[in-house]
């Protein structure tokens, strides 16, 4: 019996998450009949490889969206605006990257290894919505904790590669790190401030309560995954000068008492979640040319607070939310 084949549409398809997107469909044999190369006029001709085949990007429009079964969307919150509903009418599954989506009630916000079971509600918009970086990284670790013992708050503070904010971020910091060690001028044309040899520990705009945009995208997309609003989550954002690779510290208060050496023996059995040994420490260079989730469990019990005893330092690969 041979094996059911999709034709897939790639949306932002000379994007940093474009790019990694169809490099993982090609790695991951995923069963494609045919593939759709989109993105904005700026790169329409322009020719991408897939499998060894070049295939010439195309303006993006509704009428790209004929025939195709899946549609990856990753060209920002407007793009999938305007086009992710025409795309769905077309009887295509658009699963969308950007931030519009995520919050909509009628819209599942999905990470396969935390909540697979609400891919079914795609149906009523045709859309599914992936989460934040940030918040898929933190939740696939947490999901086996919260299951068994119940989380009552997080405190997480981010350590974000500058892969995040797309490729135009990815060449500002290498060219603000050339033109700083050769004495040259260097300026500032994505970021507010110099990103080389800086961290900026504001990431998205600043909202009325006094945290960024990014820090309650990890607030209310965590409730949502985890289908509990009474999870107390308390986030701070910085931008690192690190080229891909995300990481945490995450700390947790779980409702039931629990041992680091519990929370090892759960992780270790998470498909996705690679634990380092006792005395190993992850690092984003190490892990940016796999594809998972690698986590160190400090084995810090805190006496006075018997619910409070777990602190994870936590490396996100690039390619595992794309
Ligand atoms: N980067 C990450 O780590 C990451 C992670 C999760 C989610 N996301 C989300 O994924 C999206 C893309 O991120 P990125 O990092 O890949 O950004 P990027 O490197 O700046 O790429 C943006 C892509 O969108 C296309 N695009 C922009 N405006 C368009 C339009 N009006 N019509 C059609 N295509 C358009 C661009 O095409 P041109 O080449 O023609 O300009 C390019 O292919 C964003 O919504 C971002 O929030 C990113």
Redo the contacts with the bound molecule.
């Keep these: 019996m041979s094996e059911k084949q999709f034709t897939v549409a790639v949306?932002?398809?000379?994007?940093?998450?474009?790019n990694q997107m169809i490099s993982c469909l090609a790695e991951r044999e995923f069963p494609v009949k045919g593939i759709k190369f989109?993105?904005?006029h700026?790169?329409a001709g322009r020719q991408l490889r897939f499998k060894g085949e070049l295939i010439a990007v195309e303006e993006?429009n509704e009428s790209c969206f004929e025939d195709v079964d899946i549609a990856l969307f990753?060209?920002?919150?407007s793009?999938s605006k305007n086009f992710a509903p025409a795309a769905a009418e077309k009887g295509c599954v658009v699963i969308d990257?950007?931030?519009q989506w995520r919050m909509d009630p009628e819209v599942p916000l999905v990470v396969p290894e935390v909540n697979a079971h609400a891919v079914s509600q795609y149906t009523k918009k045709g859309i599914i919505a992936n989460p934040?970086?940030s918040t898929i990284q933190m939740v696939v670790a947490l999901n086996p904790i919260h299951k068994n013992y119940g989380i009552r708050r997080i405190v997480v503070s981010t350590y974000q590669a500058v892969?995040?904010?797309?490729?135009?971020a990815i060449d500002e910091l290498f060219d603000q790190t050339r033109a700083m060690i050769n004495f040259l001028n260097w300026e500032n044309r994505v970021y507010p401030h110099r990103i080389a040899f800086n961290c900026l520990p504001h990431i998205d705009v600043f909202l009325d309560n006094g945290y960024t945009k990014e820090e309650m995208k990890m607030v209310n997309e965590t409730r949502k995954i985890f289908e509990d609003d009474t999870i107390g989550v308390t986030v701070t954002t910085v931008r690192v000068p690190v080229f891909y690779g995300h990481s945490e510290a995450i700390n947790v208060e779980t409702k039931r008492p629990v041992s680091a050496a519990e929370v090892r023996g759960l992780l270790e059995k998470e498909p996705a979640v690679k634990v380092m040994g006792e005395s190993g420490m992850t690092n984003p260079l190490q892990t940016v040319s796999t594809c998972g989730w690698w986590l160190t469990i400090f084995e810090r019990a805190q006496p006075p607070m018997p619910f409070r005893l777990q602190r994870f330092w936590q490396e996100n690969t690039?390619r595992a939310?794309v």
């Design positions: 949306v932002g398809a000379t994007g940093a998450v474009g989109l993105a904005s700026r790169s993006l990753s060209a920002g919150g793009t990257n950007s931030s934040n970086c892969s995040g904010t797309g490729k135009k690039y939310y």
